[in-house]
């Protein structure tokens, strides 16, 4: 089985930081994109970034410059790095990762259980 595990979520003052972390543990034979989504209250999930191994990365416009993903392979570990805070990034925040299980078969989607991100004086 596999598991995508979240940490680093909280309550910050707008101007902040946070950093979160996934970490995908169990039966894995490969990772390829890893990424965040998020979603605030009354609002559909919408994609954060996303990257893949040794590849480039891609932001939804309104965390560009201000966020960062990054990856550990060796860790089977995603970051996000979110700088410069804003009300609106409040949210709970989502890590998923496409992993395929053994050689040849096809990745699947696994999904953290969410964290929750409030920026709020």
């Known amino acids: 089985q596999v598991q995508l595990v979240e940490s680093g979520g909280g309550l910050v003052q707008p101007g902040g930081s946070l950093r979160l972390s996934c970490a995908a543990s169990?039966?894995?034979?490969?990772?390829?994109?890893m990424g965040w989504y998020r979603q605030a209250p009354g609002k559909q999930r919408e994609l954060v970034a996303a990257?893949?191994?040794?590849?480039?990365?891609n932001y939804a416009d309104s965390v560009k410059g201000r966020f960062t993903i990054s990856r550990d392979d060796a860790k089977n570990t995603v970051y996000l790095q979110m700088n410069s805070l804003k009300p609106e990034d409040t949210a709970v925040y989502y890590c998923y990762a496409d992993i395929a299980l053994r050689y040849g078969l096809v990745p699947e989607d696994y999904w953290g259980q969410g964290t929750q991100v409030t920026v709020s004086s």
């Open positions: 990257g893949i191994s040794g590849g480039s990365a």
């Open positions: 169990g039966n894995i034979f490969s990772i390829y994109a």
